[in-house]
Structures are given as structure tokens and as C-alpha cells.
């Protein structure tokens, strides 16, 4: 089976998320399973949040103690105003930061080395309905990202994310969604 590489919108100014209102099950899926089946649901699970002078040493905390590897920066009115995954905590830029700016680890902040809402872009939930995981996951590959957000245009909020951990844990599959985009075949090979 052929798939698709899913299109990527930018957030509005006032982007917010949804809340849940239920639980969920997990079950082992398929590649040809219906994207939403690998999807975090935000009308059902929290979103994990954090404010943009949240230190990224709480922030890291607080993805270790929720279980995520990724935290949607918020303002008071949760307007979405970034993200920060454990990657941005833990890889090159809070050491890019320090010899930029100066001063210590300690005082660094999510505002300081999160993913501008400018610079995110989010799967549209209507295109998700009618795909399966192999699309998302060949969608992640080709944009190189370990996360993907999902928009409800209806409510014009941030209504799901996709996990490449999340997509590994419920397909039972080794994924490497690092790699930039190329046959897909060939990651179908790899995951065999």
C-alpha cells in the first residue's frame, strides 16, 4: 500500500488545545490501522503543559513524572506559545543558550529554548480521519520530527499529537521516524 505524505498548516495567534472528557484503551495496531488509533486524543487525555518560565529542569521533571517526551508551553489563557520536547532539553540548545547569553543550566527557562508557535505547524483532523498510521508515520519521516500536532478546524484548537514513542509502543514495531522521507518500502522493510 501506497502513503501519503499529510499536509502541515501554520497555528493561529490564539491556538489553544482541547480537554478530555473520557478514557481510552490501548491496543496493538497496524500501519493500516486508522491514523486516530495512534493519535493522544486531547478531548480524552490532558494535554502536558508548562509556562514559558517554567525552568527546564521542572519542565524535564514534569515529562519524566506524566510519562511524555514533549510539553505544550502555555500563557494563563493556554494559548499555545510554543514546545519543548526532551530533545530541546536535553541535546545542544541549552549549551547554544549558555554561550549566547550566559549564565547557568539552572536558570534556563522553556521560553528560552522552546519551539516558537510561529515555527509550529499542525495535521489537519479532517485529512486525519481518512488516513492510517503509515501515513503518519511516513508524515513524521518527512518532516524529521519525533511529534505532530493535530487542529480541529471546527473548533480551531490543537486537538491531538502523535508520538513517534506512542506510534512504537502501540504498533509493537521499531520505527526510526528520524530519518528524513524516502521509500517507504523501505522503512516497511526495516520494521519487519
Not at 486508522?34 to 480524552?44: F, G, I, K, Q, S
Not at 521533571?61 to 520536547?85: E, P, S, Y
Amino acid at each position: 500500500m501506497a502513503y501519503k505524505t499529510l499536509s502541515l498548516s501554520p497555528l493561529d495567534s490564539s491556538m489553544s488545545f482541547c480537554r478530555p472528557s473520557m478514557s481510552y484503551s490501548e491496543e496493538k495496531v497496524s500501519l493500516d490501522a486508522p491514523a486516530d488509533t495512534v493519535m493522544t486524543d486531547l478531548t480524552r487525555v490532558s494535554a502536558v503543559t508548562a509556562s514559558p518560565m517554567c525552568s527546564i529542569v521542572m519542565a524535564h521533571d514534569r515529562m519524566i513524572a506524566n510519562g511524555v517526551r514533549m510539553l505544550i508551553i502555555t500563557d494563563q489563557k493556554d494559548h499555545i506559545l510554543g514546545l519543548v520536547t526532551d530533545t530541546d532539553i536535553n541535546g545542544e540548545k541549552p549549551m547554544s543558550y549558555i554561550r549566547e547569553v550566559g549564565g547557568s543550566h539552572d536558570e534556563i527557562v522553556t521560553r528560552d529554548i522552546m519551539t516558537p508557535k510561529e515555527k509550529l505547524e499542525a495535521m489537519s483532523m479532517n485529512e486525519i480521519k481518512n488516513s492510517t498510521v503509515g501515513d503518519v508515520v511516513e508524515t513524521l519521516k518527512s518532516v524529521g520530527r519525533q511529534h505532530a500536532l493535530v487542529m480541529n478546524e471546527e473548533t480551531g484548537r490543537i486537538c491531538g499529537i502523535f508520538s513517534s514513542s506512542q506510534i512504537i509502543h502501540l504498533t509493537g514495531k521499531e520505527i526510526d521516524l528520524s530519518a528524513k522521507s524516502g521509500d517507504f518500502s523501505e522503512l516497511q522493510s526495516a520494521i519487519s
